[in-house]
C-alpha cells in the first residue's frame, strides 16, 4: 500500500490565460508509492495542472510542495532535479534512433573525448528495462520506427524512470492501443508503483483507470470536485463528479456535494 505521506502537494493553485481561468484555487497531492489517476472532460483543466508541475506553466497563485518543503518549479530542468519526469501523449521518441538511443536522447554518456560511451548506455538501458519486467522488446537496439504502440509506451516510461525519477506522470498513456498492448502499458504502471513510484495517470479510459489507480482525482471547469478512493467508489459516482460535480471543500480536501452523487 502507498505511503500516506504527500510527495508531491499543490495548494490554492490557481492559472489564468487572459480572461479564462484554467485553474481555480486547486488542491493536489500524490502520496509516495502511489497511483493517483486524474480525470475530467476535455477543458477540465488536467493539462494546465500537469504543466504546473512539470514547468511548463508558472502558477499565478498557490503553492508547491515536494517531499514536505514548498519548491518552486520555473521550467523542466528544475522539475527533472526534484525527480519530477512527464510522459506526453506524443511520447517524444525519435524513430530513426534504436532504443538506447532514445533513452539517452539528450543525456548522452560521454567520455573525456567526447566519445559515447555505448557499453555503459546498453548495460543501463538494459538494467532498466529487466527492472521494469519489459519482455516484449527482442533486443534495446531496434529502432524505434519497428516498435508496436505499446512497446513505444514502454521505451518511454523506462526512459523517464532511469533519471531517478520519484514521480511519473503519464499522460493518456494508452490511448490508441489494443487490448493486449493496453494490458501491457496499464501493467507497468502498477510495477512502478510497487517499486515506490508515485506515478499520476491522465486518462478517459475508467475502466484504466480504475484498474491501476489507487486513488481518482476529478477536475471540472478548472476545480477539484472530488478525490475518491478507487477501493470504495464506482465509476458512476465518478462519472457523475465529472460530468455534474459540485466543488465543496471539507477541512481542506475536496470532497463531492451529496447532490454531485445523487
Same mark, same amino acid.
Given at each position: 500500500m502507498p505511503d500516506t505521506t504527500p510527495l508531491l502537494e499543490l495548494r490554492n493553485v490557481t492559472k489564468t490565460f487572459g480572461s479564462v481561468e484554467a485553474l481555480s484555487d486547486v488542491d493536489f497531492e500524490v502520496r509516495k508509492g502511489e497511483v493517483m489517476a486524474l480525470v475530467g472532460d476535455n477543458g477540465a483543466g488536467k493539462s494546465t495542472l500537469i504543466k504546473c508541475i512539470a514547468g511548463t506553466h508558472t502558477p499565478d497563485e498557490g503553492h508547491v510542495f515536494f517531499e514536505g518543503e514548498e519548491v518552486h518549479i520555473h521550467g523542466p530542468r528544475d522539475a527533472a532535479r526534484l525527480?519530477?519526469?512527464?510522459?506526453?501523449?506524443?511520447l517524444a521518441l525519435c524513430d530513426n534512433l534504436? $532504443?538506447?538511443q532514445n533513452m539517452y536522447l539528450g543525456r548522452e554518456a560521454h567520455d573525456r573525448f567526447? %566519445?559515447?560511451?555505448?557499453?555503459?548506455?546498453?548495460q543501463r538501458t538494459a538494467e532498466t528495462m529487466?527492472?521494469?519486467?519489459v519482455t516484449t522488446i527482442g533486443s534495446i537496439r531496434r529502432p524505434v520506427a519497428t516498435l508496436s504502440g505499446g512497446q513505444r509506451q514502454? #521505451?518511454?516510461?523506462? %526512459?523517464? $524512470?532511469?533519471?531517478?525519477?520519484?514521480? #511519473?506522470?503519464?499522460?493518456?498513456?494508452?490511448?490508441?492501443?489494443g487490448v493486449a498492448q493496453t494490458e501491457q502499458v496499464l501493467a507497468l504502471v502498477r510495477r512502478l508503483a510497487t517499486q515506490g513510484l508515485s506515478v499520476v495517470i491522465i486518462s478517459h479510459n475508467l475502466h484504466d483507470v480504475f484498474e491501476t489507480a489507487h486513488r481518482i482525482t476529478v477536475l471540472r471547469l478548472g476545480r477539484n470536485v472530488g478525490v475518491y478512493d478507487r477501493a470504495t467508489?464506482?465509476?458512476?459516482?465518478?462519472v457523475s463528479a465529472i460530468t455534474a460535480g459540485?466543488?465543496?471543500? #471539507?477541512?481542506?480536501?475536496?470532497?463531492?456535494?451529496?447532490e454531485a452523487t445523487a
Open positions: 525527480g519530477i519526469e512527464v510522459v506526453y501523449q506524443d534504436d $532504443v538506447v567526447q %566519445r559515447l560511451k555505448e557499453p555503459i548506455m546498453e529487466k527492472s521494469l519486467a514502454s #521505451v518511454a516510461v523506462a %526512459r523517464a $524512470v532511469m533519471w531517478n525519477s520519484k514521480l #511519473v506522470i503519464l499522460d493518456e498513456p494508452t490511448a490508441a492501443l467508489t464506482t465509476q458512476q459516482e465518478v459540485a466543488p465543496t471543500k #471539507v477541512s481542506g480536501i475536496p470532497q463531492v456535494a451529496p
